[in-house]
Every structure is written in C-alpha cells, then in structure tokens.
C-alpha cells in the first residue's frame, strides 16, 4: 500500500469536523424534564390539564420537544 495514500486518508481524518451532542443533550434534557413535570402534574391534579386547549397545549408542546429532540440526533449525526 502507498504510504502517501495512508497519510493522505490520515490527515483527512484528523481534519474532520465532529458536531457537538451538546444541543441533543440539551434538547433530551428538556424532553425528559417535561415528561417527569407532566407526570407530576398528572398525578397530584387528576384533572390536569383543566381545559381542552390547555391539553392541546401540553400535547402541542410535547411535540414539539419530541421532534425537536430528533431534530438535533439527525443533526449531530450528518
């Protein structure tokens, strides 16, 4: 194999450019957190959320956590 072709590929690989998992974590945080709260909630107030739209609100904002978290995974990993 030629030398040149292996400290080439080396270099390359050095020079590589890792994205940080820093926002993943932080939005993973942020979904776990909001999962252990509404549980909290939901189990201390058994009429928790108290309307319909504070419902769509909760389901709204946990969708957008989700998708938000997936968004940083496919982020990191491209």
């Known amino acids: 194999m030629d030398l040149s072709l292996v400290l ?3 270099e390359h690989a050095a020079e590589a450019h890792h994205k940080s998992e820093v926002p993943f974590f932080v939005a993973g ?8 709260l509404i549980s909290v909630f939901g189990f201390k107030k058994p009429d928790f959320p108290a ?4 419902a769509r609100g909760v389901m709204a ?3 957008v956590l989700v998708a938000s978290t997936m ?3 496919i982020y990191v990993n491209t």
């Open 61 to 63: 904002l946990g969708a």
């Open 29 to 36: 945080g942020l979904l776990a957190s909001f999962a252990v």
């Open 51 to 54: 309307s319909e739209a504070a």
């Open 8 to 10: 080439a590929a080396a």
């Open 71 to 73: 968004a940083m995974i």
